[in-house]
């Protein structure tokens, strides 16, 4: 019996460690890589409860070597273990992403004297074929930081040696951000420093204080003092930033009340461009005759203000705009004349703009230099990007570079590196190379029609091999022409003549006549039986032809509508009776949209939405195979995600996530009676997340698209009240250099298309903001975009509203079911991003800026619903653009 009890206890522990390990792995964008932990020594690390991999299935080189006992006294856990490179000129991580997300991006170097050689090392970083610390100089502790959006679905991290000591590095770290925080257009930003600037301790926070595990180091100044309060989480209303409560709940000041409070730094490069990130919250209860404001100027010029911080609302001001052309500068905080008290500041961000736009290899060369050197062993350190930078390009390859085009691999010599086997079909995907070069090794089989078909190709070298047959006539032919050079000498079984292939046709019509005088006729029983199975082959072909054809026509429409991008058919295809089952044979219909009918399913228990294609829709099946090719590259949390699609004999169809609260128009509406009422607050979420959908849209998508038919019908809301717009497969790639897309056909939904678009045809993206200024109109008035009036007189909504806006009879504008429940400011503000994304397409803001303005409303909002003093005096507005970037130099503390 108590063996069986202590079996129990055994499993019962072995099973919570099990849940333990898999809790902390379910941190979502956290990848965190302890560089030469062995494998599969996986754990959580008991400080922040972060899940730390082996690097082990991130590189394929290095060496694994471990700090001193005393060392790892001194240092966190991930930051036991160092990966060094004693070989190789470049070594480089390959890890997963997902493509299009910002990420942080995390990198630390702890020397720790692991090689005995007291002489800490300088090599270069890379991401990718662009340079992120160069050199990277590491003392005893070296960190380096950048926020970066990887354009492909992975990265490469690299480190180069450069002949100053053997380069090894002791973490990797990324953190995936909302896409809608730290601009990165005009490049990724590379920290420079990070401050917590009221600290009144040595203390360091990261996660779990920063839901995004930045790292706040404590700074202050003997002019300074501090104030504080106590304050969590649910206490504080953040910005989109969200620093942590623990650094926003101190604060510093001058000592001398009067005084300004100064930053003064110094930039060693004036050539170096800096972002900055202000953090501001009011930690103090002001009396009723105390105020706060001040103004904020960078080396004496007016920056910014007066900021007026609110109390227990963070508010975050940054700099758009870049600056460069000087090393001094002055930030400081001036309080104004009406203010009683001085000016206070919280935390801190300044990052370095990197320009790290250089592109890496074209996808399909990587693919097949990737697969050549997989399958066939080719040894030579070829790590990382294969063509660039161009100064660690792959041994054996040369590349082309046509501008910020991807480079192409253009020659290939693979030579004397023991390959066996037949020659490699992976090469007829290098469709640009001109020079392939396979002589002295060990290949056999015949050469391949492939090569006659690679028209770029100018010189082949085969020679010294074990080929066997004869020389594709092709090649012959394209030799004599002289567009060819083509060296096969040294295969003893192969010949190159066209005499060849006569004489080994002559010799196949030989063996067939042959074998038909030694044909003997069947009984009558087998000719039957034959030719029920000729009869049953004819078919399987028919129908096997018929899909290839089907499969080409997918192909051809995929290249014309997406520039090439590859549509994975194999993991996201499903027959027709899949969907049968799915739907219980069609037996529940949730709604009919633009194509055809949709219906309720499951899908391995989860509950999806199955769109199938009206056959009557004209043009219906380019816009079915258009929808899943944008759907299957475009992901964001607030676009509806495709689960899967079928496309078999006239059925095709549509699998969707499955969401459970409609779309926007039944709300606002009251179709969904059993929906509960909107508040201003929840219409605002909603408002920010198709925004938010719709810029990514424009913004987030290589090429941009345009989603044409932008209504509240097309914005879908989950359990949790979240929107995704849904419906954008009927998107255009517009133009990326300033020329608007001529349509051919004017698509959209009467009340909510441009006026400007139906009128010239010109399709750009302002047109959905004209879209997305109806939807705003419609969720503060509850009214449809088309009001009919008396005698079945219809008016648009704006027209409805305007008279009233010019009246300021918000009253009035705003949807009666709110009674009243809104900040008046926030609803005035609404009012007028809607009124200027429906104004003439030159004068519209853009997606981004309709993002940022709706954020100030639902923070006003917020700031009503948390206290009755007049928000004037307490907003602050929680984005706010500046018209420069600030140098920021090292500065002492």
């Known amino acids: 019996m108590i063996k069986m009890l202590l079996h129990f206890l ?41 899940y730390y991999t082996s690097d082990d299935k991130f590189i394929s080189s290095g060496e694994s070597v471990s700090l001193s006992y005393s060392q790892r006294k001194t240092y966190e856990r991930q930051l036991w273990y160092v990966r060094s490179f004693p070989k190789g000129e470049r070594n480089c991580y390959r890890i997963n992403v997902t493509s299009g997300t910002k990420y942080l991006i995390r990198a630390d170097f702890i020397y720790g004297n692991y090689d005995g050689l007291s002489k800490s090392p300088i090599f270069d970083l890379y991401i990718g074929a662009n340079p992120w610390e160069v050199p990277l100089s590491t003392t005893l502790i070296s960190r380096t930081e950048i926020i970066h959006s990887p354009p492909l679905d992975f990265i490469h991290i690299c480190l180069v040696n450069t002949d100053q000591g053997t380069p090894f590095i002791s973490s990797i770290e990324l953190r995936a951000l909302e896409n809608d925080i730290y601009d990165t257009e005009s490049g990724s930003l590379a920290l420079y420093r990070r401050y917590d600037l009221g600290s009144t301790s040595d203390s360091i926070y990261r996660y779990s204080d920063d839901v995004y595990d930045r790292i706040w180091m404590p700074f202050g100044l003997n002019l300074w003092t501090q104030v504080s309060t106590s304050l969590s989480n649910n206490d504080l209303t953040q910005s989109v930033y969200e620093p942590p409560a623990i650094v926003m709940s101190t604060a510093a000041t001058p000592i001398n009340p009067s005084a300004p409070l100064t930053l003064s730094w110094h930039a060693n490069n004036e050539n170096i461009q800096f972002k900055l990130y202000v953090h501001f919250n009011e930690v103090q209860t002001l009396q009723p005759d105390e105020t706060r404001s001040f103004n904020i100027t960078l080396n004496d010029k007016y920056w910014y203000g007066s900021m007026v911080p609110s109390y227990q609302n963070v508010s975050t001001i940054y700099s758009p705009l870049t600056l460069s052309g000087v090393t001094e500068y002055q930030l400081s905080l001036s309080k104004t004349e009406t203010s009683t008290l001085p000016p206070i500041i919280n935390a801190i961000e300044i990052y370095i703009v990197k320009d790290l736009s250089q592109p890496e ?210 993991q996201r295809e499903y027959s027709y009776e899949d969907l049968v089952k799915i739907t219980n044979n069609f037996d529940r219909v949730l709604g009919r949209g633009g194509f055809g009918p949709v219906y309720h399913g499951f899908l391995d228990g989860i509950e999806v939405a199955v769109k199938m294609l009206s056959q009557s829709s004209v043009r219906g099946y380019q816009q079915f195979l258009a929808e899943v090719k944008l759907l299957m590259i475009v992901h964001h949390r607030n676009l509806t995600s495709l689960v899967g699609y079928c496309n078999e004999e006239g059925n095709i169809g549509l699998i969707y996530e499955y969401m459970a609260n409609g779309n926007l128009d039944e709300h606002l509406s009251g179709k969904n009676i059993k929906a509960k009422l909107l508040t201003w607050e929840d219409r605002l979420r909603i408002a920010i997340d198709a925004a938010q959908g719709l810029e990514y849209l424009h913004n987030g998508c290589k090429p941009p698209i345009i989603h044409r038919d932008v209504k509240c019908t097309n914005i879908l809301l989950n359990e949790n009240l979240q929107a995704k717009v ?106 007028e991003i809607a009124m200027a994304c429906l104004s003439k397409s030159s004068k519209r803001p853009n997606m981004s800026k309709v993002v940022t303005e709706l954020k100030e409303c639902f923070t006003a909002e917020l700031a009503r619903k948390r206290t009755d003093r007049d928000t004037e005096n307490q907003y602050s507005t929680e984005l706010v653009p500046l018209n420069l970037t600030i140098d920021f130099g090292p500065s002492a503390r």
């Open 726 to 831: 849904a419906d954008f497969g009927l998107s255009k790639s517009f133009s990326t250099d300033g020329e608007t897309h001529l349509s051919t056909v004017v698509a959209g939904t009467h009340g909510y298309m441009d006026p400007d678009y139906t009128m010239s045809n010109r399709l750009t993206e302002k047109s959905d903001v004209y879209g997305f200024g109806v939807v705003i109109l419609e969720i503060i008035t509850g009214q449809p975009a088309i009001i009919k009036m008396h005698d079945d007189y219809k008016i648009h909504i704006s027209q409805w509203v305007s008279p009233m806006i010019s009246n300021g009879d918000i009253e009035n504008i705003v949807d009666s079911k709110l009674e009243g429940d809104f900040d008046t400011n926030s609803v005035w503000k609404a009012v």
């Open 10 to 50: 055994l499993v019962l522990l072995w099973l919570l460690t099990i849940v333990v390990m898999i809790q902390a792995q379910d941190l979502p964008g956290f990848i965190s890589i302890d560089c030469g932990l062995p494998e599969n020594a996986n754990y959580t690390d008991d400080t922040t409860g972060i």
């Open 361 to 570: 290899t074209e996808q399909d060369d990587v693919d097949a230099i990737t697969n050549i050197k997989n399958t066939y062993g080719v040894d030579r350190n070829w790590q990382g990007d294969p063509c660039a930078p161009v100064a660690y390009m792959w041994k054996g390859l040369k590349c082309s570079f046509d501008g910020d085009k991807p480079p192409r691999i253009t020659y290939l010599d693979l030579s004397s590196t023991g390959m066996t086997g037949q020659i490699p079909s992976y090469i007829s995907n290098l469709t640009m190379l001109q020079y392939l070069d396979l002589s002295n090794n060990r290949l056999s089989g015949a050469i391949p029609d492939f090569l006659t078909q690679m028209q770029s190709l100018k010189e082949l070298n085969l020679g010294n091999n074990k080929l066997t047959g004869s020389v594709p006539t092709g090649l012959v032919d394209r030799t004599k022409k002289g567009s060819l050079s083509l060296s096969v000498g040294e295969n003893p079984n192969l010949c190159a003549s066209t005499s060849c292939n006569q004489a080994n046709q002559q010799t196949d019509n030989q063996i067939t006549k042959k074998k038909k005088m030694n044909i003997v006729i069947p009984l009558v029983a087998s000719v039957a039986g034959f030719l029920v199975l000729l009869v049953i082959a004819s078919v399987t072909i028919i129908k096997r032809k018929s899909r290839v054809k089907l499969s080409a026509m997918n192909n051809h429409v995929e290249a014309n509508t997406l520039n090439g991008s590859q549509l994975k058919s194999k």
